[in-house]
């Protein structure tokens, strides 16, 4: 049974950079051919996807958002990470992390998801 689970702080300032890491547990993050993505969802509209990172650690993003998100991992913890910069409030949401297979868009297993507030 494989269990993902979003940590990080709950509240960054504004220009600052959001940080979330999800452990997973249950299996390997760099087994074949798994890919690794972030989502969010902010107040009152739907789930948007960020990016992935994949079992051989590529990464591909969200165009809209490319130019401030960083995914990267750890194999050794099994874990990969969720960077997003100069955050403004616009950036406020519930933050999931959740599995794959290859490329196709069918998602097995997710977080519980993590709410992050940007606010001064």
């Known amino acids: 049974q494989v269990q993902l689970q979003e940590s990080g702080p709950g509240l960054v300032k504004p220009s600052q950079t959001l940080s979330l890491t999800c452990t997973v547990s249950g299996g390997s993050i760099t087994t074949n051919y798994y890919y690794w993505s972030w989502f969010r969802q902010p107040p009152g509209k739907g789930l948007e996807w960020i990016g992935y990172i994949t079992y051989g650690g590529s990464t591909y993003y969200s165009s809209s958002l490319k130019s401030r998100t960083s995914i990267s991992r750890d194999t050794s913890k099994n874990q990969f990470t969720l960077k997003l910069s100069s955050v403004t409030p616009e950036d406020t949401a519930v933050y999931y992390c959740?599995?794959?297979?290859?490329?196709?868009?069918?998602?097995?297993?997710w977080g519980q998801g993590t709410q992050v507030t940007v606010s001064s």
């Open positions: 959740a599995r794959h297979y290859a490329i196709q868009t069918l998602y097995d297993y």
